[in-house]
């Protein structure tokens, strides 16, 4: 189990969200840290809600989440 700081690899949320089945939907990351699983979601095609109580984390995700959709982020 990942504890507080620890990231999930993008690669990880990339092959378990379209295990669902599905091709779209919405991800609610209640713990979004640096938002890489919202950033995945948006690979996707996927709408994301993130929550984040610690303001550099949610700082980190939202320009995480601009980069993403301006330029692409691998």
Known sequence: MKG???VTPQSDFL??????G???GVVL???AGSGTMLVAAQRLGWDG???EIDEVHAETARMRIAKAQGA???
């Open 49 to 51: 809600i993130g929550i």
């Open 4 to 6: 507080e700081g620890e």
């Open 15 to 20: 092959k378990i969200m379209p295990m669902h």
């Open 29 to 31: 990351d209640p713990f």
């Open 72 to 74: 692409g982020e691998p």
């Open 22 to 24: 599905k091709t779209t």
